[in-house]
């Protein structure tokens, strides 16, 4: 069985940094497309990042040159790096693989 279980989130101030991680079981995370999507309050789920299984990786426009998706084949973690922060990346944290999801993790960027 697949498990997904992210990590790393907080309260940020905006123009900070946070590194989130994904730790996948029951799957190999270099052998799949990974990806993080984000749901704000009152707003649909969106795509963030993803990387495949060749090292490709595709961002939203509205966080390219500010995330960078990456992944860690021995720890078998996907994690999202994000900096130059903003109050709209404040949202609940998804990583995802086929048709599963972990439960997310929460970011708030506010001063």
């Known amino acids: 069985q697949v498990q997904l279980v992210e990590s790393g989130g907080g309260l940020v101030q905006p123009g900070g940094s946070l590194r989130l991680s994904c730790a996948a079981s029951?799957?190999?995370?270099?052998?799949?497309?990974m990806g993080w999507y984000r749901q704000a309050p009152g707003k649909q789920r969106e795509l963030v990042a993803t990387?495949?299984?060749?090292?490709?990786?595709r961002y939203a426009d509205s966080v390219k040159g500010r995330v960078t998706i990456s992944r860690d084949n021995v720890k078998n973690t996907v994690n999202l790096q994000m900096n130059s922060l903003k109050p709209e990346d404040t949202a609940v944290y998804y990583c995802?693989?086929?048709?599963?999801w972990g439960k997310g993790t929460r970011v708030t960027v506010s001063s």
């Open positions: 990387i495949t299984s060749g090292g490709s990786t």
């Open positions: 995802n693989t086929e048709i599963y």
């Open positions: 029951g799957t190999i995370v270099s052998l799949t497309t």
